[in-house]
């Protein structure tokens, strides 16, 4: 039991100086789940993207954030854009699992473990207006337009402009400034 | 083969055994320290405050955690699994599969020599442990002379493992025979996720030198591969007396991943391995051909294998899916005689949902092994050449009985060369009261299976001197009649996710274990050539166990740039022989596994760029050996320089200069582990 205590204590004392340790680490960073964020830039993708106005019915037709295959974010998604506007839309989200289903959809996610599975319905949703966020490596080259990727703990946006274009997605240039482009 | 579901890992201290009481109120006197001081620290940043009013710019600077979404499937989880994840790997600073085990609370870690281990969950640890099923994706790597793992033939690359998830407790029903006190299931990387090149070269004071050479590329639009080269070569360690010890080891590894999206439907993983290793070991053994004479020599080990498997997966148009999973093993083991094995593995699975409230999964599966084992240096194998073909069939249905309970019935039906049919039952009942919080219960029957060394074996233990000039053998057959180990297990867990950064889960649990071996001395007879008595001893089964414990562990994310992970796990073994059974030390056997264990480990970001990991792992004393108690402490620094190089450095065992952790090494004499410093580079492209 001595050997026991002894283990212990050390245990302890490794704590105390770790716990000293994490005061020096210092101020601390702003923290949040993954999909949280994910899901809020998802709401930001309607105030920094224009649609051409085919996209919608009318005027206060709302934004429909549509989620392909397997869904990520629990109720995160729901959460985060229930009575939110932006100018007089509202927020519907749904989730899809054919390009069929997809049409009036304005931004569609692909989970990372869906986008293979879910290729041939990415494939045919190429040059409709509808923004295709991703999050896996090769999203862009697959036709996707925006790609979420995680860099140092936080997450970082990737945008094929071509791909953009070709869905008449006007991109502000606020957001291409914080992301990393490319056109292929 | 079986995608178990991806769970959290995690370990937090939530001390409620009363046999312990001692000691949880040392640590939680530890914590409560922690705890005033960590309070300054903590984060300010509210879970509830809206992140849709931040600037993109403020979006972007936020460090994200992926804790909950794993959480969330661990809540419905009615077992005790643990999950090691890559960051964990990396973090450890750890060289070997078997030290990364040390982070699962209920698992014992040993180790005997420079290259091997005595690894168990639960107890009944031993070099030759024969409870726990071992899996690389899928593919059990279990030998087939033993029904247990040589741990260092399982040399994969740490990077390339995605994660490692450890069930304690029965896994016969899905996983079949052996996995009697649980399942370790390592699982690589899919080669999409290691695209690139990576070199990783690593140098310390114990270890020469080890190093990994990777590329990973596309082949063309639908399928991508990995293909790697590793070598490593370890310096020998001392010996208990202070000599150096013949342990030294080198070896190297050639492998590949191929994964393929054939269609919407359809994926496909090829993967090989090509490994040859030499190493040595300190042997105290009878030398059979020559009796009465016992040698203690350095015997060379070497090794040389090979395996290949391919996993088709094909989702119907339901949802549900089928997959089919073949592999082919082969190897040659020289190491106090020559082992080859061949093993051939085909199991076949279909997943789906039965109406809205069942999820159903159905396996049928054959193994072939066929093994020779000659030249042993203190007996035979008769015969030393046996196949077993093992056929087993599954059904396993978790059914949603209401919004909050589901149950889980399963059973697996086996037929094995040495007993038969074999049945291995389960049922889980998984309770979640609330969002976040989870108890379950639940009651299995396992088996182990006989193996070669159990049936077929004959070898000269020990040689008994006698006064007159004569001597005496003690000589252990294996038995043909020998019947499969049982085991009948009761769980109940809790699990509890306090908060987002905050989770814990408990679980205890009771196992009866029937027809254990034991040796059973016979009637002694005089043998000729040279004249001697033989003192007989063959396998029985002639004892029972009754084993209980518990497991704590937990995590903590202080603050976004602290986390610490405890555990704590005690074990009660109570092993009695029958009262016909003559066996002396089967009760004893329970003294190779610790009664306490207890770990905590604290990884910080001090900077973006820099990163401080410490750990700390206590292991009780073993009565049998006997062992000291001994605490592992282990610290490394890491740095990343720019985009693609890192930089660490570790310290392992820093509390004392060498400890011993194991005694009964079967012929096998232990060395020390020493204190060692380890740098690594390693540089992505």
């Given amino acids: ?184 | 083969m079986t995608p178990m579901r991806t769970l959290a890992a995690s370990s937090f201290k939530a001390p409620e055994t009363a046999k312990s009481s001692r000691l949880v109120r040392l640590t939680l006197r530890g914590l409560a320290v922690a705890l005033s001081v960590c309070v300054v620290a903590a984060d300010p940043t509210d879970r509830s405050e809206d992140l849709t009013n931040l600037s993109l710019d403020d979006l972007m600077n936020i460090q994200v955690t992926s804790v909950s979404k794993k959480e969330q499937t661990l809540s419905k989880t009615g077992a005790a699994v643990y999950v090691i994840s890559q960051e964990d790997i990396r973090r450890s600073g750890m060289m070997n599969i078997p030290d990364l085990l040390r982070m699962v609370p209920g698992v014992n870690v040993a180790r005997l020599d420079a290259n091997s281990w005595a690894i168990s969950i639960r107890g009944f640890n031993d070099r030759y442990s024969n409870k726990v099923l071992v899996l690389i994706d899928g593919r059990s790597v279990y030998s087939g002379v033993f029904s247990g793992v040589y741990w260092d033939q399982q040399n994969v690359p740490l990077e390339n493992i995605d994660r490692i998830e450890v069930i304690r407790g029965p896994g016969g029903t899905v996983w079949g025979a052996n996995a009697v006190n649980g399942v370790i299931n390592i699982i690589t990387k899919n080669s999409k996720d290691t695209q690139g090149g990576l070199i990783t070269a690593e140098t310390g004071s114990e270890e020469s030198l080890e190093g990994l050479a990777q590329y990973g590329g596309k082949i063309g639009t639908k399928g991508t591969f990995r293909a790697f080269g590793n070598y490593f070569n370890i310096e020998p360690a001392s010996l208990v007396g202070g000599s150096e010890g013949a342990d030294g080891w080198h070896g190297s590894h050639g492998g590949f991943r191929s994964d393929w999206v054939l269609s919407a439907a359809d994926t496909l993983s090829v993967q090989g391995d090509l490994i040859q290793t030499a190493e040595g070991q300190t042997v105290t053994s009878v030398i059979a051909n020559q009796l009465p004479l016992v040698q203690t020599f350095n015997d060379r080990i070497r090794f040389g294998g090979g395996d290949l498997q391919a996993q088709y997966s094909h989702t119907l148009a339901d949802g549900s899916e089928l997959t089919l999973l073949s592999s082919f093993d082969r190897s040659r083991r020289d190491e106090v005689g020559a082992n080859v094995e061949t093993k051939i593995n085909t199991d076949l699975q279909y997943h789906f949902k039965l109406g809205g409230r069942q999820d159903v999964v159905a396996g049928v599966g054959y193994l072939l092994t066929d093994e020779t084992f000659t030249g042993l240096i203190d007996g035979y194998f008769s015969p030393d050449r046996f196949h077993d073909s093992l056929f087993s069939a599954f059904l396993q249905d978790e059914i949603e009985l209401t919004h909050n309970l589901s149950l889980t019935l399963g059973s697996k039906l086996e037929h094995n060369a040495f007993t038969g049919f074999e049945f291995e039952p389960t049922a889980q009942l998984v309770w979640t009261p609330v969002k976040r919080q989870s108890v379950w219960v639940s009651a299995a029957r396992a088996i182990r299976q006989p193996s070669p060394l159990d049936e077929n074996i004959h070898v000269a233990a020990s040689i008994i001197p006698s006064d007159a000039g004569g001597f005496g053998v003690v000589q252990i057959s294996g038995n043909p009649d020998l019947k499969a180990e049982n085991v009948l297990d009761y769980e109940l867990g809790y699990r509890n996710q306090l908060n987002r950064r905050m989770s814990f889960d408990v679980s205890t649990f009771f196992s009866n274990y029937t027809d254990l071996r034991t040796t059973e001395p016979g009637a002694p007879f005089v043998a000729t050539n040279p004249t001697h008595l033989v003192v007989p001893e063959m396998w029985g089964n002639l004892a029972r166990a009754h084993n209980f414990g518990a497991e704590l562990s937990g995590s903590w994310d202080v603050t976004s740039r602290w986390r610490l992970n405890a555990g704590f796990s005690v074990l009660s073994m109570n092993i009695t022989p029958d009262a016909s059974s003559r066996d002396t030390t089967v009760a004893l056997t329970g003294g190779y596994s610790p009664k306490h264990q207890a770990q905590l480990r604290s990884s910080v970001r001090l900077s973006r760029r820099l990163e401080w990991d410490t750990s700390a792992y206590f292991v009780g004393a073993l009565s049998n050996g006997p062992v000291p108690a001994y605490t592992r402490l282990d610290t490394r620094l890491g740095w990343t320089m720019g985009e693609s190089i890192s930089f660490s450095v570790s310290g392992q065992n820093l509390l004392s200069p060498y400890h011993l952790e194991f005694l009964n090494g079967t012929l096998v004499q232990p060395t020390l582990v020493e204190r060692s410093v380890v740098g690594k580079v390693t540089w992505r492209f």
């Fill in chain 1, 1 to 184: 039991m001595a050997l026991l205590v002894l283990g212990i204590s050390r245990i302890g004392c490794v704590l105390l100086a770790l716990t000293v340790a994490a005061g020096i680490a210092g101020a601390d960073e702003p923290s949040a789940e993954e999909y949280q964020v994910k899901a809020v830039f998802l709401f930001n993708f309607a105030k920094f993207v224009e649609w051409p106005a085919a996209a919608f019915k009318s005027g206060d037709d709302p934004f429909e954030i549509c989620v392909l295959g397997r869904n990520p974010f629990g109720t995160q998604l729901e959460d985060v854009v229930r009575g939110k506007t932006v100018g007089k839309r509202t927020f519907v989200v749904r989730s899809v699992s054919t390009a069929k289903q997809a049409a009036g959809c304005h931004v569609v996610f692909v989970g990372g473990s869906e986008q293979k599975r879910v290729q041939p319905v990415i494939d045919e949703l190429k040059g409709a207006s509808i923004l295709t966020v991703g999050e896996s490596a090769d999203f862009l080259e697959n036709g996707g337009i925006v790609n979420f990727k995680i860099k140092d703990s936080r997450v970082r946006i990737e945008i094929n402009s071509q791909c953009a274009e070709r869905a008449q997605l006007r991109i502000s240039s606020k957001l291409l400034s914080l992301a990393d482009v490319s056109k292929k």
